[in-house]
């Protein structure tokens, strides 16, 4: 599962960690559109080839409900207040009140992290994000969404199959030689462009508890995930991915591991690797995405890819929104 050795556009990630300076590490200054990130990956070319992933025309929305995470484990982000109101009899409008854009099912923007040793992506200035500026903004994704092949690894399944199922209540730290072990077991190989969708059973399994339980996961601050590792980082970049997205809470394990490399670099994020593949490389991550259904569909279908688009809301300088995705297989 490496990118393929044609593919010499980009760097690999031991050449971007011998960058000079600030530059150590990130992909800034090497895409043509600079709020774009990784999604440039994705070409014309790509985009016709992931059409191909459609055989049986089934569709599947990728999101939750906006309210689905009430309580979430979000320590401040609420279900939205929905309100009906009418001018006559024969109108109806409506308006969300207290709207969390990455309250439920989302896709976190190139502006919603920012690097502790080096600053927001591409060296864009901290005076730059904020209400009314455009600069890494989400309507980038908007304007021009993500459409791409998407590769989806069942790491719940493949942990069951191999009788040790993902321990969620634990915050089980999920490593990338579980992610390979997994991806060669359905025969997946990686293109550059991919949609990487893992499918860990997290959301099903948070949203089945009743709400004390939720409340006392969430007060506890653990949750299942990536284990934060360089190997993990340098897998994603060498591969080329576009997005990489989950249905967990944070893509990665929460708390960080403490063996995380990114504890100095990111003392804020407490060493996550949000830092690291956001404001660093330009690599947005979905997070709390609905991929049970999809996923038990596509092993009943013996394949792995799907077609799928991910339009954000087209609100400009927005640090993240609900995805909005879609995967027709």
Known sequence: MTATESDTTYPSYKSLLERDGHLSGTSWGLFPDAGRGTPSFIGPDAVREAAGCIRTGTAFGLDYPADAFDPGMSLKRRAPRHTIYSAHPAHRDDYLDGYYLQGSSQIDGLRH????????Y???????????????????WAEQPIVGRGILVDLDGYCREQGTPIDH??????????????????SVS???????????GWC???????AEDKESLRD??????????SEFVAWAWDNRLAVIAADNFAVECLPAVPTSPFRDTAPNDHGMMHQQLLAKLGLPLGELWQLGPLSRHLRAAGSWD?????KPLNITGATGSPANATAVT
């Open 306 to 310: 799907a077609f799928v688009t991910i």
């Open 220 to 229: 506890s601050r653990r949750a299942s995930g990536i284990e934060q590792s």
């Open 169 to 186: 209540a634990a915050g089980q730290p999920l490593g990338l030689a579980l992610v390979q072990a997994a991806a060669a077991a359905q």
């Open 122 to 140: 591409n060296g864009t200035p901290d005076d730059r994000i904020r209400e009314g500026t455009a600069d890494l903004g989400i309507q980038t």
């Open 113 to 120: 992290r920012r690097a502790d040793d080096v600053g927001f």
């Open 190 to 200: 990686l293109r550059p462009g991919d949609i990487l969708m893992l499918h860990t």
């Open 204 to 210: 099903e399994w948070f949203l089945s508890l009743p």
